[in-house]
């Protein structure tokens, strides 16, 4: 074959839609390419791994279809869209009439309201007849101005007042008068510290004394419980002496009894063992 | 499993079926929907590898169908023509897809490492467990690297590997030349070819699993 078979051929061929000359010729190519032959070996050992490939089982569900109906002009999107547009703006109307709804632009302004009509304040006359900012600034600077006059005037009254009240008051303390009023107070003085050292005194001498009645009811107290103590104390040691010599004496008693039981056992022993001689020798 | 074994009978009946569901008969075009969903579903599937998607280009593939099936001019050339639907759904699937950047849960499955179990669909019985899933574990690696290939390289491998189709009825489903799907077909297999040598998926193994 003196030309190269295209692609369209070659995979005609691998699926064996080639017949008579064509397939022959591309036969004779593939002997004498071997590795176009390769080519299409493996492209048939992907057709044979695709063919691994299985079918799911499904069930075919139910397809439910709405009948097809005649659709009229009345019925397309568009004028359905324009027919609720106009019914709602019919609605919104109805609504607006029985509610007495006003809606009312103009001036710059826009009121709705439920009332049959109203009146907009005019707020451009109110503009148009306010003041300017400098006439504020001004009157208030006026005012500012009066304001600071009668604090000043008040101010200096209650000044002049103050004065005048010092001044006679300074002249109504002379230096006699002042002389008498401190030998009052220095006598009175004197008087209020003697009673006063008197009052210490006595204050003193009963604080001592109570101290003192105290305390030897506290030293009688204690000498008292120091002396229940030391008889208690000694009570116990004698019981205690007591308990023991009992209890020696009755160890006494008791290796006594036990010496005198043992006593008792060898002798009988003896006597058991020297009767039966004394018997022999009788005998 | 290919249309070679679909039904005959069935088969035979569907120009019958054709004329009379073109006519509005109700009854007609559910037994077309019951005899061809199998082959649409499946389509979809091999072109998403995914059931959702499969359903969804299935069921929207047999509406317009019944809705549109007044309009097929020759009942001899029905096949291409639902075919030619289905193209276009899935193309319009494939839009929506892409523009939404879901994530299947098969593709999730196929992203597993190498080493790690997959379960196996639900639908295919064999004597042997292991080999059940051995299989199935090949077909989904296959599936996967079906899914690599082009869109329209797909849509012609699926349609002359799994549907059955000439040339010229896939040309006629495409609307494009023969020679254009030859050409789609060739490279399609190429590739293929690549992406199974890069999966390691080779004649052996191949061998082995059977």
Known sequence: MNHKPDEALLIAYLYGELQGDEKTAVEQYLREHPDVYQRLQEMNFVRESLQRIADKEVIAPPIVLEENRSVTFWNTGYMRMITGIAASLALLMLVARFTGLTIQAGNGTMTIGFASSFTVPDTKQKAAAALTSEEVQQMINQSMAQNNALLQVNWQDSQQQLDASIRNNLAEFSDARMRSLTKQVSNASEEQIRAFAMTLQAENARMIKDYLALNANDQRAYMEELLVDFARYLEQQHRSDLQMLQARLTNLEEENDEFRYETGQILASIINTVEPISTDIKN | ?210
């Open chain 2, 1 to 210: 499993m290919h249309a070679e074994s679909f039904p005959g009978q069935a088969m035979m009946h569907t120009d019958a079926l054709v004329e009379r569901a073109r006519e509005g008969d109700k009854q007609a075009q559910g037994r077309l929907v019951q005899l061809w969903y199998k082959r649409i579903y499946n389509y979809g599937y091999k072109f998403f590898f995914d059931h959702d998607a499969a359903t969804e280009v299935a069921q929207k593939t047999f509406i317009a169908m019944c809705r549109y099936i007044g309009t097929l001019q020759d009942a001899g050339r029905f096949k291409s023509w639902l075919y030619t639907i289905a193209v276009n759904t899935c193309r319009e699937e494939l839009r929506r897809q892409s523009g939404r950047q879901s994530v299947s849960l098969d593709s999730m499955m196929m992203n597993l490492p190498d080493d790690s179990p997959r379960w196996e669909g639900s639908d295919h019985r064999y004597d042997n467990p292991e080999r059940r899933f051995q299989q199935q574990e090949l077909a989904d690696l296959l599936q996967a690297c079906l899914k690599e290939l082009s869109a329209e390289q797909r849509e012609v491998v699926i349609m002359k590997e799994y549907e059955g189709f000439k040339f010229r009825e896939i040309a006629e489903a495409l609307n494009v030349s023969e020679n254009t799907v030859k050409s789609r077909l060739y490279y399609g297999l190429d590739a293929l070819k690549k992406i199974l040598a890069k999966r390691n998926i080779t004649q052996e193994t191949i061998s082995y699993e059977s």
